[in-house]
């Protein structure tokens, strides 16, 4: 229990930083003193539900209950209509993986300019950090991640960046156009259909 409470104090925590929100600012907004924010965060100090609570919406976000088998459904959910500026840490383990990831794409184009290949690397990056993968999935990202930063500063950076793009594409489509898991009916009749 105390991991979970960890964890979504930690959630909170890095979305008011992402977001810009001082701790002071945060009080103000919450009602709550910055030193008692403080305490919460640094793990000093448990919050309570009503103070946890303030904390969120303070931070525009709203804390719901939802049946535990639904929870992967609704965390895709919520990063799928996520936009950049939410700042939605939807339990994702490996946020920071995407982050970094991000970070070189930034620095390849500070030393290289910008490239169609490090666009599409950019953009494939954000698809992937919206969906839910699987280890293998995530352990081809990680290892291209490794390559690219491996080989950043390299002279045959342009190849290898050309490789990862395709190899991110390939992943991409692979999770894009998976068949199903069972077949889905064209339409469906409800018990009060039986007439129609």
Request: glycine letters at 4%; proline letters at 5%; a neutral charge.
């Given at each position: ?36 924010i403080s305490q919460i965060e640094s ?109 950043q500063a390299s002279a045959q950076a ?33 018990d009060g259909d039986a007439d129609a």
């Amino acid at each position: 229990m105390a991991y979970q409470r960890e964890s979504l104090v930690a959630q909170a925590r890095e979305i008011r930083e992402a977001s810009g929100v001082s701790q002071r600012a945060l009080s103000e907004r919450a009602g709550l003193t910055q030193s008692h924010i403080s305490q919460i965060e640094s793990g000093k100090m448990e919050p309570g539900l009503s103070s946890f609570i303030d904390m969120t919406r303070a931070l525009d976000l709203e804390l719901v209950l939802v049946p535990k088998k639904l929870v992967p459904a609704i965390l895709n959910l919520v990063k799928a209509q996520a936009t950049p500026s939410m700042h939605i840490h939807a339990g994702q383990p490996n946020d920071k993986r995407f982050a970094r990831a991000e970070r070189l794409v930034k620095q390849l184009r500070q030393i290289y300019g910008s490239s169609a290949d490090l666009d599409r690397i950019d953009d494939l990056l954000r698809f992937l950090r919206r969906v839910n993968l699987s280890d293998q999935e995530m352990q081809l990202v990680r290892e291209l991640i490794d390559r690219l930063d491996h080989h950043q500063a390299s002279a045959q950076a342009a190849p290898i960046v050309r490789e990862i793009a395709q190899n991110l594409q390939r992943l991409r489509n692979s999770i894009a156009h998976a068949a199903p898991s069972e077949p889905r009916p064209a339409y469906s009749l409800d018990d009060g259909d039986a007439d129609a």
